[in-house]
């Protein structure tokens, strides 16, 4: 437990970051350091293309399996990582 | 058993009729807004959403799966915070050319003494505005070879016409060296052989304006006079093998305001006194010039010293032979560039043992050497066999960069334009020659400075090059 708010609070005050989201198997968002109508935004869309891009990898080779999702915007990065059906979201801005 | 299916139309009718009710049915997508939340849960609810997600951060299968999420987002996360992955690799690069061409330069005039009896360039000065006219002094150094009906006069060359001189200079004895005034265009000063200095205003002719008195004079040829840095713009000093470097304020040329002796004694006995034969001095520090003499030292003197011991402020082991050029960095001036014997050397005014950076010796003695005023690692040097060397320190140290064949004759004196392109030099048979250096000598190249400064900014005696080469 104590492992895992570490690992949670190290990304969430990584540099750049602008939020973190963790969306469980259901879509139910379970922590997340954005506000509550932005984060369920994130959540739906961000299950949605998952879900469709995990589905495009199997589709491929059924062996094979989507393990990360990066979207780069003209603001910033989304990081989708999936495990277990269960989505870290991380949004942030690389400095440089 | 087969089927044979009657393929022609018929009417089905059935056994039995029923009516059901009217069952509606749509289809269409179900939007999911807030999730997949159980049914017992009202989503708006936040103390029950609260308390399902308490539940949920105790799942098992939530605590095996964070810290592999943890991991993959942290690292990516790093990635770009270290890298711009997206970023246009080589923005912002100049373009640069494909194998640039080879160094080069061109003869564009050479302007040829008029009269019959040649005699040596031995000064040249360019016109401080833009760089249309050269003016050369012509005398003969070798001594009492001058034969009676050689010419007196010195010219003043228009660039672009090398048939005929624009001015005709009519000293009383032959110049030996001469300089335009920066200050003011028109005028001109000149040191003559016989140790007179001459004054011209080119607007009043052919004629001196004025000349300093014989007695005043130097009782040796005058080998180069430089103007100082003045209000009046009057001011000017200069150096001859007399022993003497003298100070002038051309308004009243019959005496020198300031006198030194290079005694290096520095008890300003005139026996004992080192032959000057040039002359070094930088606006940028108008108190300090520099001697270099016969003997082969170059003495280094702060005019503004309290007392006249003080002059001389030290003396560097120069050459095997006189110093026939002397001249500071116009970049780094704590370097400065000499030439005598059978190499040219560069100097750090601190470091008075040796120089720190020393040519190979030459096939052929050494006459003359200019920095170039663009480019702080390149100088040109002038050679006995009629060679004009252009070294380039950052790029080689043992060979010039290029060499140039000028002409057949001896090679007295070099003047480089401030722009850097236009180089002039002076033959022992009277001819002016002018080039253009192409233009990569003639730029300064990106990080040309901060190269210089690494190489020489360091504690040993020897200028590193190594440092332009990171291990």
Known sequence: MAQVEETLKRIEASKGVIGTILVNAEGIPIRTTLDNSTTVQYAELLCQLSMLARTTVRDIDPQNDLTFLRIRSKKHEIMVALENNYLLIVIQNPCE | ?471
Not at chain 2, 208 to 217: D, Q, R, T
Not at chain 2, 274 to 290: D, N, Q, R, Y
Not at chain 2, 392 to 399: E, V
Not at chain 2, 444 to 462: F, I, P
């Open chain 2, 1 to 471: 058993q087969e089927i044979k299916v009657n393929q022609r139309r018929r009417q089905y009718c059935s056994l039995f009729q029923v009516n059901t009710e009217r069952f509606e049915s749509d289809s269409c997508g179900i939007n999911h807004v807030e999730g997949g939340w159980p049914k017992d849960i009202n989503p708006l609810d936040m103390e029950q959403t609260i308390r399902f997600r308490k539940k949920a951060e105790k799942d098992e299968s939530y605590l095996n799966s964070i810290p592999q999420l943890g991991s993959v987002a942290e690292h990516c996360g790093r990635q770009n915070n270290a890298v711009d992955i997206y970023q246009e690799p080589f923005d912002g690069w100049e373009e640069v050319e494909e194998s640039p061409e080879p160094p080069s330069a061109k003869t564009i005039n050479i302007f040829r003494d008029p009269n019959e009896v040649k005699r040596t360039v031995t000064g040249l000065s360019w016109h401080p505005d833009g760089g249309r006219k050269l003016a050369a002094a012509y005398s003969c150094l070798d001594f009492q070879k001058a034969s009676r009906d050689m010419s007196l006069d010195s010219y003043i060359w228009d660039v672009e016409n090398p048939n005929r001189p624009e001015l005709t200079l009519k000293p009383a004895s032959p110049l030996v060296c001469l300089d335009y005034n920066p200050k003011d265009p028109h005028t001109l000063v000149g040191g003559s052989y016989n140790g007179q200095i001459v004054y011209w205003d080119t607007r009043r002719g052919s004629q001196p304006v004025e000349l300093s008195s014989v007695e005043h004079s130097h009782r040796d040829p005058v080998y180069k006079i430089i103007w100082l840095q003045s209000k009046t713009g009057t001011d000017a000093f200069s150096a001859s093998t007399d022993g003497q470097v003298l100070w002038w304020d051309v308004r009243r040329l019959s005496e020198p305001t300031e006198r030194l002796v290079l005694d290096p004694t520095r008890e300003g006995n005139l026996d004992r006194a080192l032959g000057a034969i040039s002359l070094e001095f930088e606006a940028t520090m108008p108190t300090k010039f520099m001697v270099g003499t016969e003997q082969g030292l170059v003495v280094s003197c702060n005019r503004k010293a309290k007392t006249p011991t003080e002059k001389i402020v030290c003396t560097y082991d120069g050459h095997h032979g006189p110093v026939y050029a002397l001249q500071r960095n116009p970049f780094f001036p704590k370097n400065f560039l000499t030439v005598g014997d059978w190499t040219a050397r560069i100097w750090s005014e601190d470091i008075k043992e040796s120089s720190i950076m020393c040519t190979k010796y030459q096939m052929s003695y050494l006459t003359d050497a200019c920095w170039s005023p663009v480019r702080p690692s390149v100088f040109f040097t002038l050679k006995m066999d009629g060679m004009l060397d252009v070294w380039d320190i950052l790029f080689k140290q043992s060979d010039p960069t290029l060499s140039l064949k000028v002409c057949d004759r001896a090679l007295y004196s070099l003047r480089v334009q401030d722009n850097g392109r236009l180089v002039a030099c002076g033959s022992q048979q009277g001819e002016t020659t002018l080039l253009e250096i192409c233009s990569e000598l003639s730029t300064l190249q990106k990080n040309e400075k901060s190269l210089l400064a690494a190489v020489s900014d360091t504690d040993t005696v020897n200028l590193d090059f190594n440092q332009l080469h990171p291990k």
